[in-house]
């Protein structure tokens, strides 16, 4: 300001240079610009200075330790989709299975064509996909529609026997009250000798009468059609909506809980294993339904409106870990 200001010194020379002789002003000016350019760096140099200070003086004051012990009062709840997670690797986990991971963002081939599900096949038009856009190639990498191409990941890596459970996130363009964009599946596959559909019934009796931590379930097998199981079938389970409480096991109603069958010998082709040697039963089931059903949410969307009041009502407390001994659904 006192320098460059309207009424500066710098200004009150500069402003001289008019007065001056031509030869005068042809020393002057340079020198009088030259002052005025310093003056006008020294002063942003000096600014930033001042910025950098008091940015430092905030973040020494506003560090956060990240290995103090937490409060629990003022840490977040376990969200139930992740609590039912835990709860579905667990109890498969009692049974011999691993837990199996697959990416997001998956192939085309793995999603669609190596579960028997060709470029051309009408189940493709059913799956409201979300497409990238395509590589030089003509190759588009899809967000996987289903856990399923968890199997064939597997079945390529994996010597059998094979036992593995594939929970996570899943994605369809759809959206309303029992539809959101992104969703959650468990995918389940064994891949031995001699397994056949007993196996697999008793496998899922076994699950659910643990997931919903009752003793006794009355299931049965729906035919019905996916391209990568032959036969296949839905798993129901009775239930009673009594007084408008859903208990699970026993009852006149049936719920509807999961898609599963025998391993299409073509899918066990595609993935490098001889079908004359090797069959298995694969299953698939929406987490978000489970986790609805048996802790009585309505919603579907609320799951993903980080509403922390909604958090706070159904979220679990981070250290009840679900054990088969300590209470699944503690
Ligand atoms: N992938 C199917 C879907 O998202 C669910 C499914 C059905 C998976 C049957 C399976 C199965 O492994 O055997 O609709």
């Known amino acids: 300001m006192r320098a460059l200001g309207k009424s500066g010194s710098i200004t009150q020379l500069l402003k001289t240079l008019g007065t001056l002789s031509p030869d005068e002003r042809q020393t002057k ?6 002052l005025r350019e310093r ?8 600014k930033d200075d001042l910025e950098a200070a008091v940015l430092n003086a905030r973040l020494a004051t506003e560090r956060v330790d990240v290995t103090l012990p937490a409060l629990a009062a003022l840490v977040g709840a ?20 691993d837990v199996a991971e697959g990416p997001e963002i998956e192939s085309d081939w793995h999603n669609f064509t190596a579960l ?18 395509a590589d030089p190639a003509g190759e588009r990498m899809l967000l996987r529609t289903h856990t399923s191409p968890v199997q064939v990941r597997t079945m390529l890596e994996r010597k059998p026997p094979i036992r593995i459970v594939a929970p996570g996130r899943v994605y369809r363009c759809d959206s309303d009250a029992t539809h959101t964009p992104m ?5 389940g596959l064994v891949i031995d000798r001699d397994t056949h559909m007993g196996h697999l019934r008793w496998c899922l009796e076994t699950f659910i009468k643990a997931f919903f931590e009752v003793d006794a379930v009355t299931t049965r097998f729906r035919p019905s059609f996916f391209p990568f199981t032959e036969p296949s079938a839905e798993l ?14 026993q009852g ?19 993935c490098g294993l001889d079908p004359a040697e090797y069959q298995g039963f694969a299953f698939g089931c929406g987490i978000d339904r489970l986790a609805m059903l048996k802790y009585g949410m ?10 922390l009041r909604w958090l706070r009502h159904y979220g679990f407390s981070f250290l009840d870990v679900p054990t088969l001994s300590g209470g699944i659904g503690a």
């Open 29 to 34: 000016g340079p020198l009088f610009n030259g």
């Open 39 to 46: 003056i006008s760096t020294l002063i942003s140099e000096r």
């Open 236 to 249: 129901d389970v009775q239930c009673s909506w009594e007084g408008g409480k859903l208990t699970v096991g």
């Open 298 to 307: 309505t919603d579907l969307r609320a799951f993903f409106d980080a509403d």
């Open 116 to 133: 028997n599900i060709p470029p051309e096949h009408p189940a493709r038009a059913m799956h409201d996909t979300f497409y990238f856009p």
């Open 252 to 270: 006149e109603s049936w719920l509807e809980i999961l898609g599963c069958g025998m391993v299409h010998p073509k899918v066990i082709a595609a």
């Open 78 to 97: 376990v969200h139930p989709i992740s609590q039912v997670m835990d709860e579905l690797a667990e109890i498969f986990a009692n049974l011999g299975f």
């Open 183 to 187: 969703f959650h599946q468990i995918e």
